[in-house]
């Protein structure tokens, strides 16, 4: 081969290397996942005094560093959260398990074995049953819990709210009898206005649930979804979420 046929193959072999790059593209950027987290307190916290991000901010993190798997991290509304889920702009999240998320996506692994919906009722005001709300006024935030009898019994009163923070403000006012939400949030608000089991009457879940990994269908690889879950499975039966969510709980709720 002569140097002009020797230079000629060079200049095939680089060319055919951009397209090559260019077809595949960046193997470490196809490892990179996009995760979301919902905008909720407290699992995506903002100017915390501590300096936590947020209960789901941390249990992502470390899902991903324990999988070895590059991610960005988006707080996101829920209803947009689960919106970009579903249509695969969005990779993974942690959310509630029910029929419809393992219908529109694939639950990965379990997370906190306990995600409850409850009511917290005004000091004086003892509750074993939602019954035990007719006449009363419950502060729920608007939209909320659809489909459960605390957002469709005519007998209750419900004040509906922007969010859990006036929720609870409005119970420590004296201006409604109780409260429904997040039992986190609830107790991490509560907790916030200085309030604690004494402040309250009573405390009844009404729902009970989990929090789950899933991943969009379609987007991300198997190999990939096996590393995510081995992951989760090992912090999860190790009990680091669990010890995680105790310092997210004020011991007066935990």
């Given amino acids: 081969m002569n140097e002009l046929q020797m230079i000629k193959t060079k200049k095939l072999s680089a060319f055919f290397a951009i397209i090559c790059f260019a077809l595949l593209g ?9 995760f979301a987290t919902m905008d909720l307190v407290p699992y995506a916290l903002r100017d915390d005094s501590s300096g ?6 941390e249990i992502n993190k470390m899902i991903a560093e324990q999988a070895n798997v590059s991610i960005t991290d988006e707080i996101l509304p829920i209803a947009r959260a ?12 942690v959310i509630a398990l029910t029929p419809w998320s393992e219908e529109n996506f ?9 995600f409850d919906g409850t009511v917290v009722t005004r000091a004086g005001l003892p509750i074993s049953k ?25 007998k209750i009163e419900r004040v509906l709210t922007t969010g859990y923070e006036q929720s ?13 939400g997040s039992e986190i949030s609830l107790f991490f608000y509560l907790h916030s206005e200085e309030m604690d089991q004494q402040d309250i009457g009573g405390i009844l879940p009404f729902l009970q649930s989990s929090l ?8 991300v690889s198997p190999e990939a979804r096996e590393r995510l879950k081995q992951s989760t499975n090992s912090l999860r039966d190790r009990g ?11 011991e007066d709720f935990s």
């Fill in 130 to 154: 939602i019954e035990d709300l007719h006449g009363q006024r419950l502060a729920i935030p608007r939209g909320s819990f659809r489909k459960f009898p605390i957002s469709t019994d005519p």
């Fill in 26 to 34: 960046n193997p470490a950027k196809s490892q990179e996942l996009d």
């Fill in 82 to 93: 689960l919106k970009n889920l579903e249509h695969g702009v969005t990779d993974c999240a």
């Fill in 168 to 180: 609870v403000r409005l119970l420590k006012a004296g201006r409604v009898d109780a409260i429904a």
């Fill in 106 to 114: 694939i639950p990965i692994a379990e997370v906190l074995d306990k």
């Fill in 52 to 57: 936590r991000p947020g209960l789901i901010v």
């Fill in 212 to 219: 789950w990994l899933h991943c969009a269908k379609g987007q």
């Fill in 240 to 250: 680091i979420f669990k010890r995680l969510l105790k310092s997210y709980i004020p």
